[in-house]
């Protein structure tokens, strides 16, 4: 069997995309532009991608990321572009290839959520609520990491109620930890696991999430965290 020949494009390389590559592997040669690759968040050996393209981070804002991609279409013999957010933006301008290669829209996170904790003006909030929805209108097909999400996104911004799929953000077994270490809590206490980025000091970023975390503490759940950066 022929196997695809799939774009993945993102501005900067997330767990949840390399994960997905990797499971991929055995159907489709997965190529990647980005402007923040594996190696430098993870410092993971991107092998799960066929080729990685780094290309300046203001190219996704712009036209300049439809021309990278018509390119890379001829180039590579696309088949499949596979945007994830966030930002929404790219999937917008990766809709306008020449090629009418079809665009698939992954929501790692809404956007409009992560908006309503942040300190932006309401014109702001507006803007990308906008681009949210119309990244959603025009791609061929829409993924989800959950049920919720997907009915909230439908709801705010009516999407289509087909060509829609639920991925959950799973665990890679290439990654899992071989042993179990015991709890040092009392029996029947949480324990919730953080992985990911983290600012400390921007309230405007999307990943401060200093007051999410006092509000899980403060229902006395344990919080472990495990920050891929050292900017917290």
């Not at 930890?177 to 029947?188: E, N």
């Not at 403060?218 to 917290?232: G, K």
């Amino acid at each position: 069997m022929k196997k695809l020949n799939i774009l993945y494009v993102q501005k900067s390389t997330c767990i949840r995309a390399i994960k997905q590559a990797l499971a991929l592997q055995d159907l489709a040669n997965v190529y990647l532009v980005t402007s923040n690759p594996p190696e430098n968040t993870y410092e993971i050996k991107p092998d799960m991608f066929r080729k990685v393209y780094r290309i300046g981070s203001s190219a996704f804002d712009t036209a300049q990321l439809t021309a990278i991609i018509n390119r890379l279409i001829r180039f590579d013999n696309i088949d499949l572009i596979h945007c994830h957010n966030e930002p929404d933006m790219p999937t917008i301008l990766a809709s306008k290839n020449k090629h009418n290669i079809p665009v698939v829209h992954d929501t790692h996170d809404a956007v409009s959520i992560i908006m309503k904790d942040l300190a932006v003006s309401s014109q702001v909030q507006s803007k990308f609520e906008n681009i949210e929805k119309q990244a959603g209108l025009v791609s061929a097909a829409r993924i989800c990491v959950s049920q919720n999400q997907l009915e909230y996104l439908q709801d705010k911004h009516h999407l289509p109620m087909s060509n829609n799929l639920i991925v959950p953000n799973c665990l890679t077994q290439k990654w899992a930890a071989q042993t179990s270490l015991p709890k040092k809590s009392k029996k029947g206490e949480i324990h919730i696991v953080y992985v990911g980025g983290l600012v400390y000091h921007d309230k405007s970023h999307p990943y401060y999430l200093v007051d999410v975390a006092k509000n899980i503490s403060d229902q006395q759940i344990h919080l472990h965290i495990y920050s891929c950066n050292l900017n917290f």
